[in-house]
């Protein structure tokens, strides 16, 4: 292969989609051609910006996305409301009333001078009976600013909390890298170690495993770096696994049965090469005996 | 459906086959059908938004996209995996909003607000990186660059592009979603990332 053939190939060798044949091709080539080695690295870094700056849905707006889901296939099924006079449907005027109500005790709340937190108030529904009653449904969120270290039990908590929140993966990103700052704690570290071996967002787990970095000889983490190595989707979180591994250089004999295990099961070729560097590193041979 | 679906936990049960779920759907069960939802909506809201880079747009797509799941499930066959369904469903309205956003001549992201106009994804982007005002800034930055690759993209680039890329899908599965060949797709890819590659090479 050409050097412009590998350029061609660079995409499709990165997600792993080149017939075996033309992928070992590649790599021969570029294991002698060092302006194709650095194509490769290039798109790779290229690859791992992309998902830095993947967009993830805020909790507002997939909330948004639920409720109004819920509202409309409500609607499909509801049956078209009779045109009698006492049937009329009171839904609308009385939802308006509850909101008008809610507004008015909102304001009556909120005197000036004085510091209220902000509340937002949600009719889910409303239901008049028959003397005229009206029973409410309202979720009241309240809002409220909370300043304070890690080192504070109840912000800590916070932080844990939303980092394991998968519904908003922006605001996970945030707690995971405002947690690995301190991972020397077990409890911050074990919720690093959970973060990565089973969020949905590569991008939160390439956050979690900055946090890991310091901690890469210790012996749970590098369990759980051995299990995200063998199960992780994403090549760059992968990678960047690989390297923590291997990282000090000294040879550890109970990780080299993992990368030689991964190393055979590996769709990516970029990765691959990278275990077997690691292997090589080590003195190891590719294959399990 | 009757019930409301709420931001929480989902509701403990004993693991059960997809297919079972989708059956147990198909057949009226609303609580089946809120599970089927839970299972896919964050990966439709994140294609739509990285494909049409509007949170309004993507609010729509996943609107319509399991509305017409909803209506159209007893159609479901199991002549393909549930996720091919639904992702050729949310592709071809993402396909159909980005023609009409053509035929538009590209709507303006820019919301006038009263501190001025402001970006629609860059208030998304800036909700989730508000607490370093150097990661909020570097966030927008390449946001708006991402952004600007994104829109010499033709609609299909795009969202073969996201779907190859964001969501790990083989190019044979992207051909079923896109209801084209493997080959095809697999030009698509490569003009893509050639296209993303030129504007934003300099990330490497």
Known sequence: MTCGEIRNAMPFYYYGELPPEQEEEVEAHCAGCAPCHKEVEDYRKFALALDEAELGPSLGLLSECRDLLAQRVGEWERPAPKPKWWRIDFRFPVAALALLLIGWFAAKLNLPGQSQPLIT???????????????????????????????????RRLVLIAARDESNPGVQVECVDALKRMAHSTEIRTALMDAVQHDPSPSVRLKALEGLKQFATDGNVRNALSTVLLNDSNPNVRMEVIDLLVGGGARDGSMVGVLQNQVHREDNSYVRIRLQKALQQMNASEGVF | MTGILTIGAVPERAASPETEIIRAAQSGDPEAFERLVRTYDQSVLRIALNVLRSPEDARDVYQEAFLRVYRNLHTFRFDCSFHTWLYRIVTNICLDHLRKRKVRREESSVLDTADGPVDRMERLEEAAAHADPERTLYSRQLGGRIKAALENLTPRERVVFELRHFQGLRLRGIGEVLGTSEEAAKNCLFRATQKMRNVLGDLA
């Open chain 1, 121 to 155: 108030s949600l009719v889910r529904s409303v239901e008049p009976d028959a003397s005229g009653r009206l029973t409410i449904a309202v979720d009241d969120v309240q809002r409220r600013v909370i300043n304070g270290g890690l080192n504070d039990a109840n912000v």
